[in-house]
């Protein structure tokens, strides 16, 4: 019979060590009896991964959100994580309860429809030129190519892509985000569907991300591997947090569009 699986109990940034006995015992106290007080120091012990989802997301959306607003709708992430996290799953809770709080700040961000209207026209006008610029080089276009197309100079397309920074980190996370949930609640056939979808989902996003330039690739692995925040990795490339911004900006659109177009031919493929 396979025993329960621990979480990791490496505290998140900012909290002192638990004793790991302790953080045990008190895992396994919550999941057999759901008290409120086993919750709350659960709660404190790992509010820091709210802190870290909230600073890498909050830097290119506070012209839209409050801080304080992001902080608490992440504790309601975390607490939901309690909620639907499994011990048997043999998955780190870090991981998981990471996914539930950027998913329930990403939902609460789009149910505020903060973008105004001129904005999310230029983004679609940018999505069809990297859709139909794409489909002729066969390849993702870089800036200057997509700036040439639309008949702007590249200082006005880092702009748009700049400002809709928060926009594009939405909805390309609405694309992933069914195939990333695999929560407990989910039916066995659904989660088997679901992988799938996600293997494929993976396999496509590799083959575009080898297509980007060197700097968008390295944005790309400070930023979701070695969990930057983009000021972080402004210094290391010796840019501004602005200019870090929009490259990042314009990567998740161009992912985004292109993972759109592939899954419609595969779709049709198939």
Not at 192 to 216: G, M, T, V
Not at 228 to 241: D, N
Request: hydrophobic letters at 35%; proline letters at 4%; charged letters at 30%.
């Amino acid at each position: 019979m396979n025993q329960p699986h621990t979480p990791s109990t490496e505290p998140p940034a900012g909290l002192a060590p638990a004793d790991k006995s302790s953080l045990d015992v008190l895992w396994q106290t919550y999941a057999q009896t759901r008290d409120l007080e086993s919750r709350n120091e659960l709660l404190l012990h790992y509010i820091g991964l709210v802190k870290r989802v909230v600073n890498r997301l909050y830097p290119s959306t506070q012209s839209y959100h409050d801080y304080d607003d992001l902080i608490s709708t992440g504790v309601i992430g975390l607490m939901d994580a309690f909620e639907r996290f499994d011990l048997k799953r043999g998955v780190p809770f870090e991981s998981y309860a990471q996914l539930r709080i950027r998913g329930e700040i990403i939902d609460y961000m789009r149910r505020q429809d903060f973008a105004p209207t001129h904005l999310r026209l230029k983004i679609r006008m940018v999505e069809r030129a990297i859709d139909s610029l794409g489909h002729s080089l066969g390849r993702t276009p870089c800036d200057a190519e997509l700036a040439d197309y639309l008949r702007l100079d590249l200082a006005t397309l880092q702009e748009i892509l700049g400002e809709a920074y928060c926009l594009n980190v939405l909805r390309l996370d609405e694309l992933l985000s069914t195939a990333q949930d695999d929560g407990p609640d989910i039916p066995e056939d659904n989660r088997i569907d679901a992988a799938f979808e996600k293997q494929e989902i993976e396999r496509l996003l590799r083959e575009e991300i080898a297509s980007l330039s060197d700097k968008e690739q390295l944005v790309l692995s400070l930023y979701y591997d070695e969990e930057l925040t983009l000021k972080e990795i402004g210094q290391v490339l010796k840019l501004s947090e602005s200019r870090i911004s929009q490259i990042h900006s314009s990567v998740l659109l161009k992912l985004r569009t292109r993972l759109n177009r592939l899954m419609r031919v595969e779709v049709i493929r198939k």
